[in-house]
């Protein structure tokens, strides 16, 4: 794959129109208590009602559509809803899939992969190990399909957005969790794609424990050391190239978030929206609420990008 | 309120009429892993999305339509959503409420009425003290909405299932849950209401530390030793004659539950449907998973009657 081959905002739509019977349109939900506490009006997208609990499985299954019937297997590296989106996505289609996964991966998300019939196999948890692990399938003969550096994966990803500008109009700006870029930058194309003359502007969110994004558009170029350290751990990767160039261009700003302030979202959307959301995919909500200046009296789609989590005892308060 | 004036399926029908631009019609959801680990097709009425968090709602505005504009105010006891419900329900028509809660009502639940600009006056855990607290308010001039034994309350509840036959067609069963009965008793007046050759059965569900209902049908009389014992802080209500009446005529069977059951099915709705549901709330589901035999091949409606409790710590598993 090139990678200077950037996806356009015509590749969403087209995402769209491959992928629209093999994904679930998810609901967008409101909330009059959480509005009046945010000040402004509030449009949550709700991927982790997709298949397999997260947005990934856009990106996943548009990837997976690409492929030939005779396709010998697919492979990825993952720590979490990237390998169980790809486990399904081609189970689907009757290919089966090889998911490298750290031994530290949440158990969860093991769980997950296993569920939609994906091979897990563990290897230490460092970025050289994941890549070795995931070149010995490439070797065997299968396919790789990386979680967010791929014209593919990102014009799957923006279909979500590209759904909820049709849910709702108008929306004046669209928040995004930022963790490999493949959802904000395939959100920013999905805006570009409106036939509109008002398109929402796009905003990111960080935890200030995985700011890369954030440092790399402050310095001009991607930011080398990258040692992550936050609860959201579907936002621990390193920004890709192709996905920063993407950001670069069309996303307005990109905010950070403290993990008290994660964690404070993830308790407004199980309180008030009663959606079991993991720490990633309150991280857009988390920067709206950090930061409402920049919200106030406007009509903001949240991406709530994944519930997938190991869970509390819920009896335990 | 004569108590012999039960309500009528066509009551229902009114009811939703009624109430229809007030409420939320509350989505249906489904799960093709449940499913399979179920060995049936589910059908989940996600009352934990009505307003303030039950279904507590829909009888609540249902009763508050029917009072005159220049109402002096409405009164209830509650432990829990019937409080929170009938305070927004008033609320909304400008008419003021007053909540007699038991001092140990958890937290969650107290501070829901008061987010609906209910008034919370606090009493000894005792019917007695209860019954009083409501009596003062009554001579007060407030009229009085009982949580579950009146036909406005049982016909507007009964809207649950009315929507639900209209979103899924051909269920065989529905499972609900059941404390003091109004949720059970309107959803099979509901049943009878439907216009159609094949109507659903219905089931209800207790948990056996607070079997009420399924001792009394097995005596043919309301038991009076009743000593509730359950985390379903929503079902800890004796039946009222009223309901079981209406239960005794129209429910097949009253299945029980124990403590393990409706833990293991709250975990299953939160883990794999992302829906924060409270123990009285995954009840319905618990019954189904106990007794798969009844189920088995069917399409069977499930109601998760509400999602309002004290969260645990999310971090924490």
Redesign the interface.
Known sequence: MDSLTLPTPQDVIDAHARIRDLIVET?V?TSA?MDTHCNAQLFFKCE??QKT?SFKFRGASHAVSWLPDDCPGVATHSSGNHGAALALAAHLRGISAEVVMPQNAIQ?KIDAVG?YQGQVHFCEPTQRAREAGLAHWVDQGRVAIPPYEHPHIIAGQGTAAWELMHQVTDLDVIVSPIGGGGLISGTALATRALNHPKRPRVIGVEPKGADDTYRSLAQGARVDDHQPDT?ADGLRALVGEMNLSLIEAHVESVLCVTEDQI?EA??WL??DL????E?SGAVALAGLMAHPEIFKGQRVGVILSG?N?????????
Do not use: F
């Open positions: 609901p939900m208590v982790q009602l609990g969860a569920t609860m964690l993830m308790q199980w309180r009663k959606q079991v959301i720490p519930g989590m190991n869970l509390p005892n819920p009896l335990v308060s």
